[in-house]
């Protein structure tokens, strides 16, 4: 199994990018999707997820209105298009795929774990 993530990378801050994550190896509409970000210094946090269909998303209340996921199963990619990106968005980002399902992950919950991508995010 493998979850490639992709589209990290150095903007300023009110700009904006998409993340991709791409998975192969699994049934990709058996996982419900997700991604979290790791800071320098700080843990790991949930970001948001999206349900294993799409009907249902979560997203966290310190990105709510700026992030969104989404997915699209029939190219195995969960997508998480950042907007009005801010200095404190700056962070690994990780995706991960839960068979529990639920919208709401968390560390322990995690099957597979993407590689990570660097968002930078310049004031």
């Known amino acids: 199994v493998q979850l490639q993530a992709s589209g990290g990378g150095l903007v300023q801050a009110g700009g904006s990018l998409r993340l991709s994550c791409t998975a192969s190896?699994?049934?990709?509409?058996?996982?419900?999707m997700g991604w979290f970000r790791q800071a320098p210094g700080k843990e790991r946090e949930f970001v948001g997820a999206v349900s294993r269909i799409g009907g249902m998303t979560y997203i966290a209340d310190f990105v709510k209105g700026r992030f969104t996921i989404y997915r699209d199963n029939g190219k195995n990619t969960v997508y998480l298009q950042m907007n009005s990106l801010k200095p404190e968005d700056t962070a690994v980002y990780y995706c991960?795929?839960?068979?529990?399902?639920?919208?709401?992950?968390?560390?322990?919950?995690?099957?597979?774990w993407g590689q990570g991508t660097q968002v930078t995010v310049s004031s």
């Open positions: 190896g699994l049934t990709f509409s058996d996982y419900a």
């Open positions: 991960a795929g839960s068979f529990h399902g639920g919208v709401y992950m968390t560390d322990t919950g995690v099957r597979y």
